[in-house]
């Protein structure tokens, strides 16, 4: 099966502490295996997983954490540029990541998207790499022995 890098930002550890438990879960129930690491917030991540790609050792990267929006604007360029950090690295990079980064407007929304029970979007994540990894090794283009 596959084996993926689970980047997650503690920046509020409570919220991807509940996104890490959703996408471990939908992890083993496919029978990925996987490393986790952390970082300090959003903006780290792009940066952490491209560390990572040169390791050549993962199918995919999960992507965890949370942006909270407050007073200044701060948010637009936290959930803006590790967003665009991650589509830059899918793109160049020929990655497969599944963006587990909540952006929301207050902690109730953040709480609720990232409980298992409510809308687990730690295991949309999960569940998305695992479909991206899989579509990724159908495209690729295996060498034919004759």
Request: glycine residues 8%.
């Amino acid at each position: 099966m596959y084996h993926v890098l689970v980047v997650e930002a503690k920046f509020y550890e409570h919220i991807s502490a509940k996104l890490a438990e959703g996408a471990i879960q939908a992890l083993e129930a496919q029978g990925a295996t996987f490393e986790r690491i952390t970082v300090p917030g959003a903006l780290e991540i792009p940066g952490a997983i491209r560390f990572a790609i040169n390791k050549e050792r993962y199918d995919g990267f999960i992507a965890l954490g949370c942006v909270i929006r407050g007073e200044t604007s701060h948010y637009d360029i936290v959930a803006n540029e590790s967003a665009r950090g991650l589509q830059e690295l899918t793109r160049s990079f020929n990655v497969a990541i599944g963006n587990g980064i909540l952006t929301v407007e207050n902690e109730a929304q953040a709480l609720e998207r990232a409980d298992m029970k409510k809308k687990d979007k730690g295991g949309f994540a999960a569940n998305a790499v695992l479909q991206m990894i899989a579509l990724k090794n159908q495209f690729t283009i295996k060498q034919k022995t004759y």
